[in-house]
Nanobody, 126 residues
Framework: QVQLVESGGGLVQAGGSVRLSCAAS????????LGWFRQGLGKGRDLVAA????????YYPDSVKGRFTVSRDNARNTAYLQMNSLKPEDTAVYYC???????????????????WGQGTQVTVSS
């Protein structure tokens, strides 16, 4: 089992940047593929980035491609989401999630992930 804690959210102006962190405790994070999701007010939960357990394979939906970058430091059991050129529509609660796996794939569906953090709010003002 792994516990996830996100941090780094806050209020930022449009065009600005924020870096979120996801600290994992419990089993070594290298055993888990990770995903970052977001949920806006009254909206569903959407994937914004996914990364394989080794960190060598990543995925982004078109809505954030070129603006968001996911990375991980398995030695520190921490994952990051660097968000640049933020837009008001990026406003949401951001969650990191973990899926225990033995392969080198990323996963794009929320039902793939068993472990979730509590979320951190990112608000982008216009």
């Amino acid at each position: 089992q792994v516990q996830l804690v996100e941090s780094g959210g806050g209020l930022v102006q449009a065009g600005g940047s924020v870096r979120l962190s996801c600290a994992a405790s419990g089993r070594p994070s290298v055993a888990y593929a990770l995903g970052w999701f977001r949920q806006g007010l009254g909206k569903g939960r959407d994937l914004v980035a996914a990364i394989s357990r080794g960190g060598d394979v990543t995925y982004y939906p078109d809505s954030v491609k070129g603006r968001f970058t996911v990375s991980r430091d398995n030695a520190r059991n921490t994952a990051y989401l660097q968000m640049n050129s933020l837009k008001p529509e990026d406003t949401a609660v951001y969650y990191c999630a973990a899926k225990r796996t033995g392969d080198s794939n990323y996963y794009t569906h929320d039902y793939d992930y068993r472990y979730w953090g509590q979320g951190t709010q990112v608000t982008v003002s216009s």
